[in-house]
């Protein structure tokens, strides 16, 4: 589906790489772990990174019920959510036609408060699975003492836009003869090797055992 962009949203430089369909900002934000979440409060602004996650059209995070943020954000404070990822160095034939190849979304809106014990408890199993796939199942679920002081918070994924580029540089002509070397050096996220804690007798999951 695609979304209609607001005058905040809507991308003016270089808007040939803009992206405004659903399927693009959910694929964005499910390669994440982190955002980076910035809002303003009488003492600034912040920018912190959080773990996210998505279900649905939502995007969520969580925190301790304790903390200033989730105070902040429950509170219906205006929030500028970014994500990027960074696919590759473009290197041209002339220094100004460098560039960078990316997947990047900003997610404009407000928290609101996940409530109700079911509703929680599934949001926060998601965000399990979301780590490793069957891995709720597997753990100890949280108690009544640590799912009591945990705020899950969700926000609408109703004004968003992204901006990608991919491929190699876009020289000027008059520079395509020069003697340098152009073209992509690429960067990707890496699964490292597993490395176990304890003694090692539990049993390896599948989720695990095909990581790296």
Same mark, same amino acid.
Not at 56 to 76: D, F, P, T, V
């Given at each position: 589906?695609?979304?209609?962009?607001?005058?905040?949203?809507?991308?003016?430089?270089?808007?040939?790489?803009?992206?405004?369909?659903?399927?693009?900002?959910?694929?964005?934000?499910?390669?994440?772990?982190?955002?980076?979440?910035?809002?303003?409060?009488?003492?600034?602004?912040?920018?912190?990174?959080?773990?996210?996650?998505?279900?649905?059209?939502?995007?969520?995070?969580?925190?301790?019920?304790?903390?200033?943020?989730?105070?902040?954000?429950?509170?219906?404070?205006?929030?500028?959510?970014?994500?990027?990822?960074?696919?590759?160095?473009?290197?041209?034939?002339?220094?100004?036609?460098?560039?960078?190849?990316?997947?990047?979304?900003?997610?404009?809106?407000?928290?609101?408060? &996940?409530?109700? #014990?079911? $509703?929680?408890?599934? %949001?926060?199993? /998601?965000?399990?699975?979301? =780590? @490793?796939?069957?891995?709720?199942?597997?753990?100890?679920?949280?108690?009544?003492?640590?799912?009591?002081?945990?705020?899950?918070?969700?926000?609408?994924?109703?004004?968003?836009?992204?901006?990608?580029?991919?491929?190699?540089? &876009?020289?000027? #002509?008059? $520079?395509?003869?020069? %003697?340098?070397? /152009?073209?992509?050096?690429? =960067? @990707?996220?890496?699964?490292?090797?597993?490395?176990?804690?304890?003694?090692?007798?539990?049993?390896?999951?599948?989720?695990?055992?095909?990581?790296?």
């Amino acid at each position: 589906m695609k979304q209609a962009p607001s005058d905040r949203s809507r991308i003016r430089r270089v808007a040939e790489n803009a992206r405004y369909d659903s399927a693009t900002l959910h694929a964005i934000i499910d390669a994440a772990y982190l955002c980076h979440l910035a809002f303003a409060d009488d003492k600034g602004l912040h920018s912190i990174p959080m773990a996210c996650w998505r279900t649905g059209e939502h995007l969520y995070i969580h925190g301790s019920n304790g903390g200033r943020l989730m105070k902040q954000l429950a509170g219906g404070a205006a929030v500028c959510i970014s994500i990027c990822h960074l696919d590759g160095l473009v290197l041209a034939r002339s220094a100004f036609n460098h560039s960078m190849n990316y997947r990047s979304a900003v997610i404009y809106g407000r928290f609101e408060k &996940v409530e109700g #014990e079911t $509703d929680k408890r599934a %949001a926060l199993a /998601a965000f399990m699975d979301k =780590l @490793a796939p069957g891995r709720q199942a597997e753990i100890r679920p949280g108690n009544e003492r640590e799912f009591a002081a945990t705020t899950v918070l969700r926000m609408a994924l109703a004004e968003a836009a992204c901006k990608t580029r991919s491929g190699g540089p &876009v020289d000027d #002509e008059e $520079d395509l003869g020069l %003697a340098v070397w /152009a073209g992509v050096l690429p =960067l @990707a996220q890496v699964h490292g090797q597993p490395q176990a804690d304890g003694d090692g007798y539990q049993a390896v999951p599948a989720y695990v055992r095909g990581w790296a």
